[in-house]
């Protein structure tokens, strides 16, 4: 059953799934529900790809490419993280982290965006931040949620910007 969604600038909004937030981790969700046939309406406090961390993403994203040792990651990740990180997540990000980012480099590029950096050689950049044994990918962070941004709107996915998700919060 669809939910509706009220907010303060006096619309309605039906839709199976609200996604609040408007970074990489927001847009990835609601493209995904909606590749389900869901209607998804996507909130975010600024404007989406705009706001957030996502935007500022330093230059690397942490990605085990299916060549590379998972154990050298696995231990590389933990240690850095000072053996706080919940390790089922650890392994959970390097086991699903590559198809998502090939993904998101497929979509980008269907678009004219340029999300991950290459090498001459035509292979995609990688370099260390922090980490001794492993490499991140360089990434283009603004391309890549510009390429975000345009996704979800083809795909039909409603945006709702400059509300905080509080304002939908309304009575029966």
């Not at 909130?43 to 961390?53: E, W």
């Amino acid at each position: 059953m669809a939910r509706r969604l009220q907010s303060y600038v006096n619309h309605l909004i039906a839709s199976d799934v609200v996604v609040v937030g408007g970074g990489l981790a927001g847009t990835s969700a609601a493209i995904k529900a909606r590749e389900k046939g869901l209607k998804v309406t996507l909130v975010d406090k600024g404007v989406v790809a705009r706001s957030g961390v996502s935007l500022f993403a330093a230059g690397v994203y942490s990605v085990k490419f299916p060549e590379d040792n998972k154990g050298t990651w696995m231990e590389e990740m933990i240690r850095a993280g000072e053996y706080m990180n919940d390790q089922h997540w650890v392994e959970t990000v390097l086991d699903d982290g590559y198809p998502i980012a090939m993904q998101i480099h497929g979509w980008g590029a269907e678009h004219g965006f340029k999300i991950f950096e290459k090498d001459d050689s035509g292979f995609i950049k990688r370099k260390s931040r922090g980490h001794i044994k492993t490499h991140h990918i360089v990434v283009n962070s603004m391309p890549m949620m510009d390429s975000m941004r345009k996704i979800a709107k083809l795909r039909g996915i409603e945006l709702v910007e400059r509300v905080m998700a509080t304002h939908l919060i309304v009575r029966d």
